[in-house]
């Protein structure tokens, strides 16, 4: 409605907010290629259910507490969980088949990562080191730190090169080879990072906090654009995989899209019932929104027209 034009336009929701689909059960994480959804039920059993139509494929049962988190590798072939225990689990999403049952990772992880080349997983926490295991042998390479502090959130670069880790205390983003996690440099912010990732050509590095998202140069390590709109903290920061779009979430419950070039605020959606548990880009056109409700979850599906940032 605009008091300026005095006119009120009327929207079909569905055309505007895509769709949204309802689990019985916590909604970790989708794979679109596979048109698979990834629910857990409360004794740790992992129900894979076709998005589509919520049909389920597969139960895989290994871990004995609830399942807190999930990821899914780059490809969809690999699929990894993490319990309220510290158990650690990787899953061949092909024949939906335990992989590996890695070192525990304790305290609970907060934030699971796939190497690009999916050879590695790296699992990071509020409390503790955040650690990188070699997949096939279930050896742990290295837990990390933020100088004094623990690492609580880890990103991998596209390309391979770089893994990021950042502390909420030290207000510090660390950037190591991803070879030998030998330190490369540091960015020293000025808020408590919530999460963190990089741009498509690993040239950019999203830090999202207390005060709002910021875009830095890897590189420089200079800050690019500072977005600001949201009231409160910026909990969730995901990029598109063209690069144009950011879509961020936090405390105000809001899911906001930028044009990541410019910094321009492209779209606001306010009012989800719970703050959005996850964000994951389907393409440049669809973004996933998993929010947790009481007694099931819901996933929406938002499709807006990247080319003209709408």
């Known amino acids: 409605a605009s008091e300026e034009g005095q006119c009120l336009d009327v929207l079909n929701a569905r055309e505007v907010l895509g769709l949204c689909f309802d689990f019985p059960r916590d909604c970790l994480a989708v794979a679109l290629q596979q048109d698979l959804a990834i629910t857990a039920q409360p004794d740790g059993t992992i129900v894979i259910r076709r998005f589509s139509n919520n049909s389920i494929l597969a139960e895989l049962e290994g871990h004995t507490s609830p399942v807190q988190l999930a990821a899914v590798s780059q490809s969809g072939n690999l699929l990894a969980t993490s319990a309220s225990d510290g158990d650690v689990f990787i899953w061949e999403l092909r024949s939906f088949t335990q992989r590996q049952r890695l070192a525990v990772a304790a305290p609970i992880a907060k934030q699971l990562a796939f190497s690009p080349n999916e050879e590695r997983l790296a699992a990071a926490s509020n409390e503790g080191p955040a650690r990188i295991w070699q997949i096939d042998s279930g050896i742990v390479l290295k837990d990390l730190h933020v100088e004094s502090q623990d690492a609580t959130r880890i990103a991998y670069s596209p390309d391979g090169q770089l893994v990021a880790t950042s502390s909420i205390s030290e207000k510090l983003i660390v950037f190591r080879r991803a070879a030998d996690l030998e330190l490369v440099h540091s960015i020293r912010v000025n808020q408590p990072i919530w999460d963190i990732q990089f741009s498509p050509d690993s ?99 938002f499709k807006f027209d990247a080319r003209t940032n709408k």
């Open 203 to 301: 040239a950019q590095l999203i830090a999202a906090g207390e005060l709002g998202a910021v875009v830095y140069d890897v590189t420089s390590r200079r800050e690019v654009i500072r977005l600001l709109g949201h009231r409160g903290q910026v909990k969730i920061a995901r990029i598109s995989p063209d690069g144009q779009t950011l879509a961020t979430t936090g405390s105000d419950r809001t899911l906001r899209l930028w044009h990541l070039p410019t910094g321009r605020e492209l779209f606001r959606l306010a009012s989800f019932d719970s703050q959005p548990r996850w964000l994951a880009f389907a393409n440049s056109d669809v973004l996933f929104i998993g929010a947790e409700r009481s007694e099931d979850s819901r996933v929406s599906l």
